[in-house]
């Protein structure tokens, strides 16, 4: 496609319950990054892949967070038991390779926890 | 480890006038850095980069140095317009070149 793009656009969800969040990379784009903006922490870094494989995980908060990338394009983030502070704005962001790369994010998934 | 600090805002200005926000870092290295927008109820976009000491990155009238001596990135602009409201982000690439560490971001407000 054009762009990034993620869906839903927004998810409610009742605290306890597991959801998914989708991210569609641009074509070509062997690097797919999740980040989580929140009126408390800002923009973190959650995950990053290489392909299908996933190298830096290390700003996963919880082991409730995970993520897979299928056919090194579509990635999946599943956050299980779901707890309120899991509210924010998950982002996804593709580039063509590693460090220096532009890399471009999607609009976003708004989750919120009630 | 790696951080990105950047001015608090929000920062309000009318147009035409100066801009400067302010961005400074703590890393290993020499890392690459970005500006990144977001304009209202759109989602993040690079504005600029750059990628070694001295280098200046430039877009849509903005201006960045990277200045390893006071390991800052301020981005600057001589005359703001209305349109250039939006939340900006300073970031750097960490060192192994897996992920972006971004500042809190500022809130730029312009009037006519």
């Known amino acids: 496609g054009a762009g990034v793009s993620q869906s839903p656009s927004n998810k409610v969800t009742e605290k306890g319950k597991d959801v998914e969040l989708r991210c569609d990379p641009i074509?070509?784009?062997?690097?797919l990054y999740w980040y989580r903006q929140s009126l408390g922490q800002g923009l973190e870094f959650l995950i990053y892949?290489?392909?299908?494989?996933?190298?830096?995980k290390s700003g996963l908060p919880s082991d409730r967070f995970s993520a897979e990338r299928t056919g090194g394009s579509v990635s999946t983030l599943t956050i299980q038991r779901t707890q309120q502070e899991d509210s924010a704005v998950y982002l996804c962001?593709?580039?063509?390779?590693?460090?220096?790369?532009?890399?471009?994010f999607g609009p976003g998934t708004r989750l919120t926890v009630l | 480890g790696d951080s990105v600090t950047q001015m608090e805002g929000p920062v309000t200005l009318s147009e035409e006038a100066f801009l400067t926000i302010n961005c400074t870092y703590t890393?290993?290295?020499?890392?690459?850095l970005f500006w990144y927008v977001q304009y209202p109820g759109e989602g993040l976009q690079l504005l600029l980069k750059?990628?070694?000491?001295?280098d200046k990155g430039s877009n849509k009238g903005f201006e960045a140095t990277y200045r390893k001596e006071t390991t800052s990135f301020h981005l600057e602009k001589g005359s703001v317009q209305v349109s250039d409201s939006a939340v900006y982000f300073c970031?750097?690439?960490?060192?192994?070149?897996?992920?972006?560490?971004f500042g809190k971001g500022t809130t730029l407000s312009v009037s006519s």
């Open positions: 892949f290489q392909g299908n494989s996933a190298p830096d």
């Open positions: 970031a750097l690439m960490n060192q192994a070149g897996t992920a972006l560490i």
């Open positions: 750059a990628t070694k000491a001295d």
């Open positions: 890393a290993t290295g020499y890392p690459s």
């Open positions: 962001a593709s580039s063509l390779g590693v460090s220096a790369d532009t890399q471009y």
């Open positions: 074509s070509g784009h062997t690097a």
